[in-house]
Each structure stands twice: as C-alpha cells, then as structure tokens.
C-alpha cells in the first residue's frame, strides 16, 4: 500500500486541482493536511481566520472528515506524518510569494520531496517574459496582451473518488476562531464559491463593465477570498468567459491578480518597500491622530468613511473605494502607504500579499504605474461618481442617512449635515493635493516613475 500526503495551503478545493489528482494517481491512499501555521495566525486578524475556519470545516467534509488539521512546525509535522504512515510522496501547488516560497524550500531543506503541481495562478509567475529579451514585464498591458498569448491550461475535474487515511481524534485540530461581534463575512469554502460564480454569471458578468465601478450595488464577483484560499481557481473562471466587452473587462481583472504576483516574483523586496525607490525619500507625516481618524472611518469625508467601516464591518471593500482611501491616507494624509497596508492585511478576508502591496503601491504612485502625478483622487467627486445616490454611503455611515442623494456626499454644506454627530473633516482636500504634489515635486516625481522601455 503507497501512500502519498496532500498538503493543503493555499488550495482549499477538490475540484480543478492538478496537485491533488498527482497526488491521487501516484498513491493507493492520500493523507490529507492542513498545517496550523502560527507565524501567520499571528499577523492574520480575526474575520481572516474566521474565514480560514470555516473552510476548513468546508472542505473536511468534502473528504468525508478525513482532514487532518496539524498544529506545529511543518517540517516536524510532515516527518512525523510519513513516518506514521510510510508516505512516499508530499505534494503540493506551487508557492510564489516570499513567505511560502521560502517556507517550502526550508521543508525540502530538511529532506522532505515535495512535488510540485500547478499553482494558484491560470499562468505561474515567472512564465510571461518579453519575447525580445526574457526579461519580465514592467507595465500591465503588455504583460496582458503576452500573458493571453501564453494562454493557460483547461480547468480538471474532481477526482471521482478519494481514497484516504482516517485520521486520529489528536489529528483534528479544528480551531475554534469566531466572527468578531457585528461583523459579517462572505460564506467560506469551494460550494460557495461556486454558488457565487454561478449567481454572478447569472446576475453580474454581462454588466460588469457598466456596474463595476459602481460601489452601492453588487456588481463586482466578490470572488476575492475563494481565490485568495483557493477554493475556487482562476482557470475554472477564465473557462466560462467570452469575447465580450464585459467578459474581457472581467478576464483583465483576474490578469492585475496575476500581474502583481508576477511582479512580487521578481521584486520580492516590494511586498513591504518601494517599488520605486525614490519615493523612499519623500516627506511623510507621523501618523498620530490622523491615522486613527482614518482607521476608524471618521475623516468627516463619507465616501471614505463608509469604505473603511465596510473593511472593519465585512472584512471587503469595494475596488473602486480601495483605492479612494489608498489615495486618501498618501495624498491627503501625506502616511507611507505601508501602514495602510498593514491595516487592510490585517482586516481583509482576501488579503492577498501581491495584490495587497501593488494595489497600494500603485494608487500611491511607486508602483508599476507610469504617471503618478496626474493620479490624486478626489474623495467627494469620486462619491458623486461612483455612488450616485448615496447608497454605499447611507449603508454605512447612519449618521448621514437622513441627507438627500444630493447633500451626502457633502454634509458640511448643509444646515442639518452634522445633526448626528458626523466628524468634521480632518484635513481640506484642496490644501493636501496642492502639498502632495508639492511634496512629490521635491522628490521630480512629477515625471513618470518607472518608464517602460
Ligand atoms: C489598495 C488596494 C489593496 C488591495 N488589496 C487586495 C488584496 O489584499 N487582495 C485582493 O484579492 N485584492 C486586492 N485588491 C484588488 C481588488 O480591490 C480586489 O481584488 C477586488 O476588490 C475584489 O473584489 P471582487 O472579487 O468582487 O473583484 P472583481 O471585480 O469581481 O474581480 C475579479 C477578481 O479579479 C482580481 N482583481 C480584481 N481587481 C484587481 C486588482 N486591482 N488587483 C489585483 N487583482 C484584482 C481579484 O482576484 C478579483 O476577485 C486591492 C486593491 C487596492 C487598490
């Protein structure tokens, strides 16, 4: 009887999984794991593990409660697992962030084959190069157009059948992480992640050029956390698209995914650093009260408030509001962007390190983005624009329900604006535009800041 492990990471899916089919065909029975890693519990914040937990839970009983849940190192847990049962095999999905990266070759350091199959991505990091020279691309829209050209593979199926060891009473290390009070997540695991694909396919995909900048309507997947766990992969999504306006608007969404981790891939420094390293250089404020204002969603500036209560509440934002707070704690509060960083890693179900550390580092202006100068975000047009009626800011932010569609988007005009105690604004927009690009200008950041060549 040969056994192989299937290590479960990033991955929390049976079906359209390369890695576990590998693992199947190459074994009479799989030991499925999960290993408790406590370096990441510890900077992942309670609605992130709350998730976590219930697709554990999920996906166990996809596997007939056969999942071992580990606890400990994981070099100490897998020896001790093929050791108990005479694995020959411990397979996996290929890792491309630092931190698992890293992690995996520590395993194999200690003597552990691990072998690799697919990846969380339709194209793995590293693949797209420039055909001129093998280097790898700078700007998204190239790295699109090559990326299509690459093309990837067809979605597998479900195994038909898993045949798997039945493990101990000591091997069911559920953790028990509750949903912080008032707040509420998006349903976790691989049927819900599907049943939101399906839904969206109905109700959403045909618009989705129209409706996705649109933050007070459900217009957008909301497949970020099933992709950021794996419970659902990228492959399995681009299958279902056409040639449409709207399927390709949605095809080059998943490609920013893939782009940024690209991107991490061969800039590894720039999951906490710059990528364009001047902007190290620039003037910065501390971040005080300032900083708390805006954690919070109190900066007298709705469209932001209501974005940032809707982290804290849902543990998503809206794209569009992503980066209208970005902007907002750069450009108006003149903070590093990393501390923003830092709060949405640890507030987001889907935090995704790639994702995370670009989306950031674009809106701020020292990313992969050519023209960071033109790009100030206006926080109360953007609110007119993008949530015309006041919905998204009404759901959120009760004290400025009472104001009509017209007024919300700016209380302080209006005699009875702040009759519920909404903050006065924190700074004027006006003033810290002209100080932001003032300060950017010190730095000749008004010039494009990685041309492409
Ligand atoms: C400052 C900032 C921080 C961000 N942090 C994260 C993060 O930690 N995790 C994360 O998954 N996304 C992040 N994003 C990207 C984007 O906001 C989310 O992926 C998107 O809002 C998720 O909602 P959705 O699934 O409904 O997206 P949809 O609009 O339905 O898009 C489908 C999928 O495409 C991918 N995608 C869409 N837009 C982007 C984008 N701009 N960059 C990368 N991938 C994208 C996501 O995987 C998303 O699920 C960030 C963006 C900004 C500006």
New binding site residues.
Partial sequence: MSRAIFWFRRDLRLADNPALLAAIANSDEIVPVFILDQKLIKQTGSKRLAYLGQSLRSLDESLDNKLHVMVGDQVQVLTDLIKRYDVTEVHISEEFEPYGKARDIRVEKAGIKLVRTGSPYAVAPGRVRKPSDGTPYKVYTPFYNAWCVHGWRAPVLAPKQIKAVTPNESDRNFPDWPLPEGTTITPAGEKAAHERWKWFKKNGLDFYDEQ?NNAGIDG?????AH??WGEIHPRTLLADLNETKAHTV?RK??A??EF?ADVLFHNPHTESDYYAAKFKEMRYDDPGKKFKAWSEGKTGYPFVDAAMRQLIKEG????RT??VV?SFLVKDLHLEWQLGADF?MEH?V???VA??AH??Q??AGCGTDASPYYRVFNPIEQGKRFDEDGAYIRKYVPELAHLSNSEIHEPWLYLDGYLHDYPERIVDHAVERLESLARLQEIKADKPAMPEK
């Avoid at 957008?220 to 970020?224: F, P, R, V, Y």
């Avoid at 998503?316 to 794209?319: F, K, L, P, S």
């Fill in positions: 996705r957008t997947s909301k497949l970020s992709l950021k949605y969404e998943i920013w995914r940024y998503w934002m809206h794209n992503r980066m970005a949405f987001l889907d935090f995704d994702s995370n989306g950031w674009w809106t």
